[in-house]
């Protein structure tokens, strides 16, 4: 399962979030999800969709068992980051930023 540890980290590392991150996001210990990274263990179904979800990313990329290899520009590096983020937030402050981005799309034009 070397290539899933792997596309665990790169995934987590482009995100610009921390494996403690992604297993709390997920609902994960430290530990558990420490396992999953190292390639010792592997995940049940439901906890590798948590995890994908997490990630932003399908699972057939966490696996690696896409054909096609996903070459992201800068921009939907960012809006992916944006999107794995925001699901990490309760709906009072994606009220507040919500507020921001209108103000910042405002000021651009």
């Known amino acids: 399962m070397e290539p899933f540890s792997s596309n665990l980290k790169r995934r987590a590392e482009q995100l610009g979030i921390s494996n403690a991150e992604v297993a709390r996001r997920a609902g994960l210990s430290d530990r558990r999800y420490g396992n999953y990274i190292t390639g010792h263990r592997e995940p049940d179904l439901a906890t590798l969709v948590r995890i994908a979800w997490v990630l932003n990313v399908s699972i057939d990329e966490l696996l690696g ?45």
Do not use: P
């Open 65 to 109: 068992t896409n054909s096609e290899e996903n070459v992201r520009t800068t921009d939907e590096l960012f809006q992916e980051r944006i999107a794995a983020a925001l699901k990490a937030l309760q709906s009072d402050d994606l009220q507040r930023l919500l507020v921001m981005i209108e103000a910042l799309a405002a000021a651009k034009k």
